[in-house]
């Protein structure tokens, strides 16, 4: 059993890690913003331990972490992923200061591996799977703030000599994702037999399943290669365009809608070409994802038909009827 602090526990991906670490017995402590949302960590609160901090207070951040003494740190606090979140100041502070403050409280107290979250929009738009030692050019304000930490985290570990990896994720979808995003979206609206309003169908992304990420995770924490400061593409290695998602959600779902492509604008982050490029993970830890693009989507759709108050609770979200 390790102890292990999960930060941004109450978003998609940390509550999934979270309740994979449960499931391996690890005791999990979730360090969690003073306002926040437990919809996505409900039925596990009673199972693990509840920090509520501001993670940019070094003051409460650095006693906390010597009370812990955790082994693993695994942090996924994040601000400005979603379209809603724009406040600059508020991303500095978030995705740089806040790993910075405890990155500094970790090293005081000593640890087994700190699992940093970066992200693909740290390449920029690029014409091709960009390797992790590829130029990056950040497409957005968000972007320059991960790849900052990203930075931030491989310098101090090779500088301090401890184990800092940086996970660069993908289109990460599955249980708990936020609603309005594109996969929940659909998969709601197939189960009444419709589609949603599409942009134009080339778009493309890299779509991971989140249990192939957790397996990512945990390898990075309990595997640390020779270099300490790595940086992870994790990422299927496969672009699935708008058109094939529709396609699979029309097999899945038995949709007999036609789909109207250009019923959506275009967003500014659209683009016909994001693919990661897996191989340094897939060398140095022995990752490989396990779901391709169709069973991963129809793991998706059995969770929220087995689960009818979070189906409920998605209709709610997107105004639909339920």
């Given at each position: 059993?390790?102890?292990?602090?999960?930060?941004?526990?109450?978003?998609?991906?940390?509550?999934?890690?979270?309740?994979?670490?449960?499931?391996?017995?690890?005791?999990?402590?979730?360090?969690?913003?003073?306002?926040?949302?437990?919809?996505?960590?409900?039925?596990?609160?009673?199972?693990?331990?509840?920090?509520?901090?501001?993670?940019?207070?070094?003051?409460?951040?650095?006693?906390?972490?010597?009370?812990?003494?955790?082994?693993?740190?695994?942090?996924?606090?994040?601000?400005?992923?979603?379209?809603?979140?724009?406040?600059?100041?508020?991303?500095?502070?978030?995705?740089?200061?806040?790993?910075?403050?405890?990155?500094?409280?970790?090293?005081?107290?000593?640890f087994?591996?700190?699992?940093?979250?970066?992200?693909?929009?740290?390449?920029?738009?690029?014409?091709?799977?960009?390797?992790?030692?590829?130029?990056?050019?950040?497409?957005?304000?968000?972007?320059?703030?991960?790849?900052?930490?990203?930075?931030?985290?491989r310098?101090?570990?090779?500088?301090?000599?401890?184990?800092?990896?940086?996970?660069?994720?993908?289109?990460?979808?599955?249980?708990?994702?936020?609603?309005?995003?594109?996969?929940?979206?659909?998969?709601?609206?197939?189960?009444?037999?419709?589609?949603?309003?599409?942009v134009?169908?080339?778009?493309?992304?890299?779509?991971?399943?989140?249990?192939?990420?957790?397996?990512?995770?945990?390898?990075?924490a309990?595997?640390?290669?020779?270099?300490?400061?790595?940086?992870?593409?994790?990422?299927?290695?496969?672009?699935?365009?708008?058109?094939?998602?529709?396609d699979?959600?029309r097999?899945?779902?038995?949709?007999?809608?036609?789909?109207?492509?250009?019923?959506?604008?275009g967003?500014?982050?659209?683009?016909?070409?994001?693919?990661?490029?897996?191989?340094?993970?897939?060398?140095?830890?022995?990752?490989?994802?396990?779901?391709?693009?169709?069973?991963?989507?129809?793991?998706?759709v059995?969770?929220?038909?087995?689960?009818?108050?979070?189906?409920?609770?998605?209709?709610?979200t997107?105004?639909?009827?339920?």
């Amino acid at each position: 059993m390790k102890r292990a602090i999960v930060t941004g526990a109450t978003g998609f991906v940390g509550a999934n890690l979270a309740r994979r670490l449960l499931r391996d017995g690890h005791e999990v402590h979730l360090l969690v913003r003073p306002e926040y949302q437990a919809w996505r960590i409900a039925d596990i609160q009673p199972h693990v331990h509840i920090h509520e901090i501001q993670l940019t207070d070094s003051e409460s951040v650095t006693p906390l972490i010597r009370r812990i003494q955790p082994d693993w740190i695994f942090h996924l606090a994040a601000y400005g992923a979603y379209s809603s979140q724009t406040n600059v100041k508020q991303m500095l502070a978030t995705n740089i200061m806040s790993t910075a403050t405890l990155v500094e409280a970790c090293l005081e107290t000593g640890f087994e591996s700190f699992i940093n979250t970066g992200s693909s929009s740290e390449y920029g738009f690029k014409d091709q799977a960009p390797t992790e030692s590829d130029w990056l050019d950040p497409n957005s304000y968000y972007a320059v703030t991960k790849a900052s930490a990203t930075l931030f985290c491989r310098y101090t570990a090779r500088s301090k000599g401890v184990s800092i990896p940086t996970l660069r994720l993908y289109s990460v979808y599955g249980p708990f994702e936020e609603p309005t995003r594109l996969i929940p979206t659909v998969i709601m609206r197939g189960l009444a037999s419709e589609l949603p309003p599409l942009v134009n169908p080339e778009t493309a992304r890299d779509y991971i399943y989140v249990d192939d990420v957790m397996n990512a995770y945990l390898l990075a924490a309990t595997r640390p290669g020779e270099d300490l400061g790595a940086v992870y593409n994790v990422g299927t290695g496969i672009q699935t365009s708008l058109r094939e998602v529709v396609d699979v959600a029309r097999r899945v779902l038995d949709i007999a809608l036609e789909p109207e492509w250009g019923s959506m604008p275009g967003r500014i982050w659209d683009t016909s070409v994001w693919v990661a490029d897996p191989s340094a993970i897939q060398e140095a830890l022995g990752w490989q994802p396990q779901h391709s693009f169709e069973s991963g989507f129809q793991r998706a759709v059995d969770w929220l038909r087995e689960t009818p108050d979070m189906q409920q609770f998605y209709a709610r979200t997107l105004s639909l009827p339920r």
